[in-house]
């Protein structure tokens, strides 16, 4: 398609004499641009993909994909339903669970947080829970202890072995009025799971300890359901009801979680949009270039008609110019994207050495560490259209170039 002398006077013209050094800049500039703007939307889109990934599997790790709930607070006779849900194709797992809003209090210290009494063989199934235990063990819960998050337990200023009261709004009633339920409890483990939300507000206990705090003797509060594809969540949720006479509530892990990740598509999007914009004003700087480039070689274009040279010749030429900045911003800008995708955490570790501050505070955007991972499909798609922008930047310019009347190029000379 292209013959070699187009290529050798294409590259010629890249390479700008000193009183072309102007055109030379902003080429230069173009392709800096395009590399930037594509290495930023590569690593944008791996943080994103990274954000919903580890959310998803934290929050699916710790939760299960279906929530059934009874029409009352309680839920008898769950065991029997349980089975019944087990025999349903596609479902792996169902967990009886109580859970409850309590105060926790150590010495002068008190937060709010969520209770979740499973039966223990359930807990230790959980590990999402047991690879992530960084003090104590699993083998110390019993009736008498709970585990908790480990930016809980340090909040509250708690070691292993130490006592925590734990204070329920839903107390006791007596002549004088509801006195809120408290009952003190063995600190046995504490957990790291990298989620904020988790690690600094969740309490585990075993089944038969929630039950009698919470005073639910032969219930639960629900059931939570885990299924082999997520995605399928939904569709397996409609036929619980079918399978028993009780009157039954059904959350689906996406209704739940809906906040989350619809935040996340949406930030997505308008994140995409914004940094394609950089790679766009980069396409125009190659316009421009272009334009100078052709504006200032008119004569030679006159000459190469003269010698034989053909229009789509020429147009050729200019186009290989042109498209060689935008190949090879391209490329370097998927290089920079993808090393800095794939070392993210280091780099921020080490600028935050350097200026002392956290650029990636936990409280606030629920992950203790930055996560990114690259989706092949959005590299490629990202490349396509950082060489077609490229491309179609030098159409115009290179359609100048072809149009040009020799003899009027050489009138003047």
């Known amino acids: 398609m292209f013959t070699r002398f187009e290529f050798m006077v294409s590259m010629r013209y890249l390479r700008a004499r000193r009183q072309e050094g102007f055109i030379s800049v902003i080429a230069w500039f173009s392709l800096l641009g395009i590399a930037l703007g594509v290495a930023t939307l590569i690593i944008v889109m791996a943080v ?38 087990k025999a349903i194709n596609g479902v792996v797992d169902v967990n009886p669970l109580i859970e409850g809003q309590v105060m926790v209090s150590a010495g ?24 992530n ?13 709970i585990i908790m ?151 030679d274009i006159a000459i190469l008609r003269t010698m034989g040279a053909t229009r789509g010749s020429v147009m050729r030429i200019f186009f290989l110019s042109g498209a060689s900045v935008g190949v090879i911003g391209t490329m370097a800008g998927v290089g920079l994207g993808l090393s800095f995708a794939n070392n993210i955490e280091a780099i921020r570790q080490f600028i935050q050495g350097l200026t002392g501050t956290d650029l990636f505070a936990a409280e606030i955007y629920f992950l203790s560490q930055l996560p990114a991972v690259v989706d092949p499909g959005e590299v490629v798609a990202v490349v396509l259209m950082g060489l077609g922008l490229s491309f179609l930047a030098t159409l115009y310019p290179s359609w100048r170039a072809a149009r040009i009347d020799p003899a009027e190029a050489l009138r003047y000379e």
């Not at 939760?63 to 006779?77: D, R």
């Not at 235990?133 to 202890?145: A, E, P, R």
């Not at 639910?216 to 969540?233: I, S």
């Open 48 to 85: 994103m993909n990274g954000f919903r990934e580890e959310l998803l599997d934290r929050i699916l790790g710790i939760n299960g994909h279906l929530s059934v709930y009874g029409t009352t607070e309680k839920l008898t006779g769950y065991d029997n339903l349980a089975d019944r849900i």
């Open 108 to 131: 002068k210290a008190a937060q709010g947080a969520i209770v979740r009494g499973f039966k223990k063989d359930d807990l230790l199934d959980r590990e999402i829970i047991t690879k």
């Open 133 to 145: 235990i960084i003090g104590g063990s699993m083998d110390l819960l019993d009736s008498d202890s």
């Open 149 to 299: 998050g480990s930016r809980l337990a340090r909040k509250l200023g708690l070691g292993i072995g130490h006592k925590v009261t734990l204070i329920s709004p839903k107390g006791n009633i007596t002549a004088f009025g509801t006195v809120p339920r408290m009952r003190a409890y063995k600190l046995a483990a504490t957990f790291n799971i990298g989620m904020y939300e988790y690690d600094s507000g969740f309490i585990f206990m075993p089944m038969e300890t929630a039950q009698v705090y919470f005073k639910y003797p032969g219930a639960v509060t629900n059931l939570e359901v885990f299924v082999d594809d997520p995605d399928d969540a939904i569709a397996i949720g409609r036929q619980i009801p079918g399978i028993t006479d009780i009157p039954l509530r059904i959350h689906d892990w996406q209704r739940v979680n809906s906040s989350f990740f619809n935040a996340i598509q949406v930030e997505r999007n308008v994140m995409f949009l914004i940094l394609t914009l950089i790679i766009v004003v980069a396409a125009f700087n190659i316009i421009s270039s272009m334009i100078m480039l052709v504006k200032d070689k008119g004569h």
